[in-house]
């Protein structure tokens, strides 16, 4: 039984791979429910009387944000019709979740066990305390760069509407070492606004200046990081660009 | 009673006290007469090892760089203008915090005149005059010293932060934030909030550099502050509001706005507090009913010594380390045990593992729900509270759980038979509409401590408090940063009516007293 989502890397391939999927009832955005089992509790949507499986609790390390109840969801992916279902939702993979910011007090669905839905796979986080490591693994840091130093571009992307949150520091980070390592001169930050066109026909744009928010954003979070000789140009398109998730991104440039 | 092994002091000093050897070796110092209060510029001696009775048995504390005088010490002088030292309000007795029935005592003993009644934040507001217990309601009721934090927030190097959100005092019963010269419309706009003095003692845990630090801070991605001294990131897990990255940074801002101090402590003076706070460890070693908690073959979570031999700054929510690990101590009923004190040990265990292993639905607690477990999620308390040894967060472990926001926090019924006032101010949040609500208040929150967003000027840190070392809790109630929960039960009850634990009788009976024994 494969366990989804099964990696960070797996992640980033997802979210970049989510325009690729098969039309379908997504993107749509809906109420997220919380169908506890035994052991983790799942999450799921139901749309057009079909219920969906988006993933389940497990911990900080996992590639798969949990929605909130109170708060509707925006999901993107597609549904992969070969894999059984899961918690009696069909499977959506890949698969990204967007929190959306306003408040919905009617998505409060939190249904106790159920003895007919149990999950078929072994949560990787029990609902106590695991068993002395992260549910999932992060990617090594890649070797130390040797010179003559290159030109290096990174993307950070984002949940719909999303600014830096928990998740940032993972595609952070290799920023701020590669800058540290090659001891950047420039670094260029160009921030992008997305939107998406969902099932029903709406299209949902991010709100115009959240480009520049974000570069200025990340900006910030190198300075106060300690990289601080190198000349900061940075960059706006707030022309919303239609398509998926990978939209939503800002683009950095690490110049030795 | 047999043999406690409290164990080995830098490497050649094995201390083997009996219980009543422990006691006398602690007389100097753990008696109810004057000597339990160390006060200001006296000039003791700290001894290796020292232990102090408590309503619920011992206190044990290590100091683990060996004895020394406090003579001269910066830690134990009166360096400002008022008297105070750092130990008044971080005293032995109390597990190097200060607790209510010491405040109680001192006002007793000094019809209220003691250092720590000082009016600069030992009363309501500094305008009131000194010994009126009106004057220091907050101090004497909760615990509570105020903390008088400049509005707009300045970021470290003094730039002005500009708020996420508006502020409004709704209510002001100290008199501080509505005063023409103390207060949010005075010529240096100032918001005053009260909290509870922490502990300082077991700092290498508090202040580690392992798991989970790093450049950015985990729970919210932003830069975290560094260490002066080296540019290291830090854990900012030491103060209230993580407003100070180090203790040596942390010695500077307290000498000023706590010691009313003129001066500027030295190198070496910063240098000596810092070592001070580094060696000393506090644990409770006896719990009544339960006996000593430190036997050689006892748990090996409980404890001074073995929280200075512990593993610092790694995650104990899980099966390998756990947060407080109780190993194979207790299980069966050793010789000469009474069947009480048997099942007094018993119920400790079972409140270890309700800690570890009940769950519960956690729901809308900002910097847990929104940071990649999803809201609501099943967990347990070691879940937040999982750094091993102190039950700490091991990293930026700032959350709101409603301790200070409504409509959690302790707020004194409104009714028309009501006769007590409530205590804490109240302050009206309003974040601006070119940010993102706050994802469980919303857009105007109610609170009587801002938190971290008084720091920051973020709305999503508002009410946000760093959680504390569950060490020595039997030494320093009342508990929280506000001081609303007047014991363990008071704490154990606010839990489970925020997240409808529904936990039995037995297991707050459990909970409690496990909780006690650390």
């Given at each position: 039984?494969?366990l989804?989502?099964?990696?960070?890397?797996?992640?980033?391939?997802?979210?970049?791979?989510?325009?690729?999927a098969?039309?379908?009832?997504l993107?749509?955005?809906?109420?997220?429910?919380?169908?506890?089992t035994?052991?983790?509790?799942?999450?799921?949507?139901?749309?057009?009387g079909?219920?969906?499986?988006?993933?389940?609790?497990?911990?900080?390390?996992?590639?798969?944000?949990?929605?909130?109840?109170?708060h509707?969801?925006?999901?993107?992916?597609?549904?992969?019709?070969?894999a059984?279902?899961?918690?009696?939702?069909?499977?959506?993979?890949p698969?990204?979740?967007?929190?959306?910011?306003?408040a919905?007090?009617e998505?409060?669905?939190?249904?106790?066990?159920?003895?007919?839905?149990?999950?078929?796979?072994?949560?990787?986080?029990?609902p106590?305390?695991?068993?002395?490591?992260l549910?999932?693994?992060?990617?090594?840091?890649?070797?130390a760069?040797?010179?003559?130093?290159?030109?290096?571009?990174f993307?950070?992307?984002?949940?719909?509407?999303g600014?830096?949150?928990?998740?940032?520091?993972?595609?952070?980070?290799?920023?701020?070492?590669?800058?540290?390592?090659?001891?950047?001169?420039?670094?260029?930050?160009r921030?992008?606004?997305?939107?998406?066109?969902?099932?029903d026909?709406?299209?949902?744009?991010?709100?115009?200046?959240?480009?520049?928010?974000?570069?200025e954003?990340?900006?910030?979070?190198?300075?106060?990081?300690?990289?601080?000789?190198?000349?900061?140009?940075?960059?706006?398109?707030?022309?919303?660009?239609?398509?998926?998730?990978?939209?939503?991104?800002?683009?950095?440039?690490?110049?030795? | 009673?047999?043999?406690?092994?409290?164990?080995?002091?830098?490497?050649?000093?094995?201390?083997?006290?009996?219980?009543?050897?422990?006691?006398?070796?602690?007389a100097?110092?753990s008696?109810?007469?004057?000597?339990?209060?160390?006060?200001?510029?006296?000039?003791?001696?700290?001894?290796?090892?020292?232990?102090?009775?408590?309503?619920?048995g011992?206190?044990?504390?290590?100091?683990?760089?060996?004895?020394?005088?406090?003579?001269?010490?910066?830690?134990?002088?009166?360096?400002?203008?008022?008297?105070?030292?750092?130990?008044?309000?971080?005293?032995?007795?109390?597990?190097?915090?200060?607790?209510?029935?010491?405040?109680?005592?001192?006002?007793?003993?000094?019809?209220?005149r003691?250092?720590?009644?000082?009016?600069?934040?030992?009363?309501?507001?500094?305008?009131?005059?000194?010994?009126?217990?009106?004057?220091?309601?907050?101090?004497?009721?909760?615990?509570?010293?105020r903390?008088?934090?400049?509005?707009?927030?300045?970021?470290?190097?003094?730039?002005?932060?500009?708020?996420?959100?508006?502020?409004?005092?709704?209510?002001?019963?100290g008199?501080?934030?509505?005063?023409?010269?103390?207060?949010?419309?005075?010529?240096?706009?100032?918001?005053?909030?009260?909290?509870?003095?922490?502990?300082?003692?077991?700092?290498?845990?508090?202040?580690?550099?392992?798991?989970?630090?790093?450049?950015?801070?985990?729970?919210?991605?932003?830069?975290?502050?560094?260490?002066?001294?080296?540019?290291?990131?830090?854990?900012?897990?030491?103060?209230?509001?993580?407003?100070?990255?180090?203790?040596?940074?942390?010695a500077?801002?307290?000498?000023?706005?706590?010691?009313?101090?003129?001066?500027?402590?030295?190198p070496?003076q910063?240098?000596r507090?810092?070592d001070?706070?580094?060696?000393?460890?506090?644990?409770?070693?006896?719990?009544?009913?339960?006996?000593?908690?430190?036997?050689?073959?006892?748990?090996?979570?409980?404890?001074p010594?073995?929280?200075?031999?512990?593993?610092?700054?790694?995650l104990?929510?899980?099966?390998t380390?756990?947060?407080?690990?109780?190993?194979?101590?207790?299980?069966?009923?050793?010789?000469?045990?009474?069947?009480d004190?048997?099942?007094?040990?018993q119920?400790?265990?079972?409140?270890?593992?309700?800690?570890?292993?009940?769950?519960?639905?956690?729901?809308?607690?900002?910097?847990?729900?929104?940071?990649?477990?999803?809201?609501?999620?099943?967990?347990?308390?070691?879940?937040?509270?999982?750094?091993?040894?102190?039950?700490?967060d091991?990293?930026?472990?700032?959350?709101?759980?409603?301790?200070?926001?409504?409509?959690?926090?302790?707020?004194?019924?409104?009714?028309?038979?009501?006769?007590e006032d409530?205590?804490?101010p109240?302050?009206?949040?309003?974040c601006?509409?070119?940010?993102?609500?706050?994802?469980?208040?919303?857009?105007?929150?109610?609170?009587?401590?801002?938190?971290?967003?008084?720091?920051?000027?973020?709305?999503?840190?508002?009410?946000?408090?760093?959680?504390?070392?569950?060490?020595?809790?039997?030494?320093?109630?009342?508990?929280?940063?506000?001081?609303?929960?007047?014991?363990?039960?008071?704490?154990?009850?606010?839990?489970?009516r925020?997240?409808?634990?529904?936990?039995?009788?037995?297991?707050?009976?459990?909970?409690?007293?496990?909780?006690?024994?650390?």
């Open positions: 039984m494969r989804l989502p099964v990696s960070a890397a797996v992640l980033a391939s997802a979210s970049f791979a989510a325009q690729a098969e039309p379908g009832p993107p749509f955005v809906a109420c997220p429910i919380v169908q506890d035994p052991t983790v509790p799942c999450w799921i949507v139901e749309r057009d079909e219920t969906y499986y988006l993933g389940i609790q497990s911990d900080v390390s996992a590639p798969f944000n949990p929605p909130s109840l109170g509707k969801v925006l999901v993107e992916g597609g549904v992969d019709r070969s059984p279902r899961i918690c009696g939702g069909l499977v959506i993979d698969v990204t979740v967007s929190i959306m910011p306003e919905s007090p998505c409060d669905d939190l249904r106790m066990v159920n003895p007919h839905i149990s999950l078929p796979f072994e949560p990787p986080r029990p106590g305390p695991s068993m002395g490591r549910a999932f693994t992060y990617p090594d840091p890649p070797a760069p040797q010179p003559p130093f290159e030109t290096k571009s993307t950070v992307p984002y949940e719909f509407e600014m830096v949150g928990f998740k940032t520091p993972r595609f952070l980070n290799p920023v701020l070492l590669y800058a540290q390592q090659t001891n950047a001169r420039r670094v260029e930050i921030g992008y606004r997305g939107a998406t066109k969902l099932a026909g709406t299209l949902l744009a991010e709100h115009e200046g959240i480009a520049r928010a974000r570069a954003e990340i900006a910030a979070m190198l300075l106060g990081a300690g990289i601080d000789q190198a000349t900061y140009v940075v960059s706006a398109d707030e022309s919303p660009a239609l398509g998926g998730p990978d939209n939503r991104r800002v683009e950095i440039r690490i110049v030795p | 009673m047999g043999t406690t092994k409290i164990g080995r002091i830098r490497g050649d000093r094995l201390l083997l006290l009996t219980g009543i050897a422990c006691f006398a070796a602690s100097a110092t008696s109810d007469g004057p000597s339990r209060w160390w006060a200001p510029g006296e000039g003791r001696s700290f001894p290796a090892y020292l232990s102090y009775a408590n309503d619920s011992e206190l044990g504390l290590l100091n683990d760089g060996g004895a020394f005088e406090t003579k001269g010490h910066p830690f134990f002088e009166p360096l400002g203008r008022n008297g105070r030292a750092c130990v008044s309000c971080h005293q032995p007795a109390d597990g190097m915090a200060l607790s209510l029935k010491s405040i109680h005592e001192r006002w007793e003993a000094t019809d209220g003691d250092p720590i009644f000082a009016v600069i934040d030992g009363a309501n507001c500094p305008n009131l005059p000194q010994g009126d217990p009106a004057s220091h309601s907050l101090l004497l009721k909760r615990g509570l010293f903390i008088f934090l400049p509005w707009p927030p300045k970021a470290r190097d003094g730039t002005p932060i500009k708020p996420e959100f508006d502020i409004e005092v709704v209510r002001d019963p008199g501080c934030n509505l005063d023409p010269s103390y207060g949010l419309n005075s010529a240096n706009p100032t918001i005053s909030v009260y909290r509870r003095p922490r502990v300082v003692a077991n700092m290498q845990y508090v202040l580690h550099r392992n798991f989970g630090i790093g450049a950015f801070v985990g729970k919210t991605g932003e830069p975290a502050l560094r260490d002066p001294e080296n540019g290291q990131p830090v854990n900012m897990n030491m103060m209230a509001d993580a407003r100070e990255p180090t203790v040596k940074t942390q500077v801002e307290a000498a000023i706005t706590h010691l009313q101090f003129d001066g500027k402590l030295s070496e910063l240098q507090i810092k001070f706070e580094y060696q000393i460890y506090s644990a409770q070693v006896k719990l009544d009913g339960a006996g000593s908690l430190v036997e050689s073959d006892g748990p090996p979570g409980m404890g010594y073995n929280l200075a031999r512990g593993e610092k700054g790694v104990g929510n899980n099966i380390k756990w947060v407080i690990p109780v190993g194979d101590a207790w299980q069966v009923k050793k010789p000469g045990e009474s069947d004190e048997f099942a007094k040990r119920s400790i265990l079972r409140g270890q593992k309700i800690f570890h292993f009940r769950t519960f639905w956690i729901k809308d607690s900002m910097y847990l729900n929104n940071v990649g477990l999803g809201n609501p999620v099943k967990r347990t308390c070691a879940t937040c509270h999982g750094m091993h040894m102190t039950g700490m091991t990293a930026n472990g700032w959350m709101d759980l409603g301790t200070t926001n409504l409509p959690w926090a302790k707020e004194a019924p409104r009714n028309p038979w009501q006769t409530e205590l804490m109240l302050f009206k949040i309003t601006h509409k070119d940010v993102q609500p706050h994802p469980y208040l919303g857009r105007v929150i109610y609170t009587q401590d801002p938190g971290r967003a008084l720091i920051s000027g973020k709305c999503n840190d508002v009410g946000a408090i760093v959680m504390q070392q569950f060490r020595g809790l039997a030494a320093h109630a009342p508990y929280f940063s506000n001081g609303s929960a007047a014991n363990i039960r008071e704490l154990i009850d606010f839990y489970d925020r997240y409808n634990i529904q936990y039995s009788e037995q297991e707050k009976t459990d909970l409690g007293n496990f909780l006690t024994s650390l």
